[in-house]
């Protein structure tokens, strides 16, 4: 059974960092794509950030460049997303979610098939 198990939220001021967790079971990086997704109250979920292990790749919503990283340790069978530099438009529940439907990957939610239960994250002015 796959699951995925999201930590690491909470309230930063803005311009604070944060770094997310998802741990995966149930099934090998290798096959599977991770993406972030956040969801601000009264707002469509967004893509933010997908890695892929198979196809060695990493891909960013422009609204995050050059602020998150996203990193995934096989052995751990986590992905993080690193957060830095946040500003108050971060605020949302984040969610980590996994495709295994095959590349191409991007940030579209409709492309991944679980996902967990989400975090908050708070980002105070």
């Known amino acids: 059974e796959v699951q995925l198990v999201e930590s690491g939220g909470g309230l930063v001021q803005a311009g604070g960092s944060l770094r997310l967790s998802c741990a995966a079971s149930g099934f090998s990086f290798d096959d599977y794509a991770i993406g972030w997704f956040r969801q601000a109250p009264g707002k469509e979920r967004e893509g933010v950030s997908c890695i892929s292990n198979m196809i060695g790749s990493t891909y960013y919503a422009d609204s995050v460049k050059g602020r998150f990283t996203i990193s995934s340790d096989n052995v751990k069978n986590t992905v993080y997303l690193q957060m830095n530099s946040l500003k108050p438009e971060d605020t949302a529940v984040y969610y980590c979610?996994?495709?295994?439907?095959?590349?191409?990957?991007?940030?579209?939610?409709?492309?991944?098939?679980?996902w967990g239960q989400g975090t908050q994250v708070t980002v105070s002015s």
């Open positions: 979610a996994a495709s295994s439907f095959g590349p191409p990957y991007g940030l579209d939610s409709f492309d991944y098939n679980y």
